[in-house]
Each structure stands twice: as structure tokens, then as C-alpha cells.
């Protein structure tokens, strides 16, 4: 999922750290939003994520960043809630490579 974490930079591994805690509160942050309905709030939120994945080489944060970004332009509730998910899976998968 988050990819080799040995092939990155080590100033950039040492900041996964925080990166998944931010991403942690993204997903409170999130569930919150869907509830109140903010779906421009969701769409800039998935932006964000999918810009940080990319600046920490995580691809697949960017990838579900972008579908969070675009079930947000259509008001896809579906989706939204599959691709929170999708979000916690890659927070998981990276906790669980981090600790190894």
C-alpha cells in the first residue's frame, strides 16, 4: 500500500510519524464534516491529503485523497464513506510497516 518505506529519504520517514497522526485527525475531521453535511470542507480536506501523500512519496494517500476530493464534488455519500476506509487501511497499513 504505502509503498517500500526503506527507500525513502530518511528525513522523510523520520516525519511518518506525524504525518499518520495528522492523518488520523483528518479522519475524525472527516466523519465530522459528512455529518454536518460540508462537502466543500471534505473536498478541500481530500486535496490536502492527496498533496501531502504526494510531497511523502505515499501514493496511495494521494490516490484516496483525489476520490475523497471527487465524491465531495458530487455528493457522493457512498463513496465518501468507502473511501474514509480506504483512508484508515492505508493509515493502518503504514502504522503496522513503521512499527516493523
Known sequence: MAGD????????????????ANRRKDIKNL??????????????????IKGSGGSYG????SKVGHNIEQAALTNDVDALTRH?????RCITHLATQLES
Open 31 to 48: 466523519m465530522r464534516l459528512l455529518a454536518e453535511k460540508q462537502m466543500n470542507e471534505i473536498r478541500l480536506l481530500g486535496h490536502n
Open 58 to 61: 505515499m501514493q496511495d494517500f
Open 5 to 20: 518505506l526503506q527507500q525513502l529519504d530518511p528525513a522523510i520517514r523520520a516525519l511518518l510519524p506525524g504525518y499518520l
Open 84 to 88: 474514509f476506509k480506504d483512508l484508515e
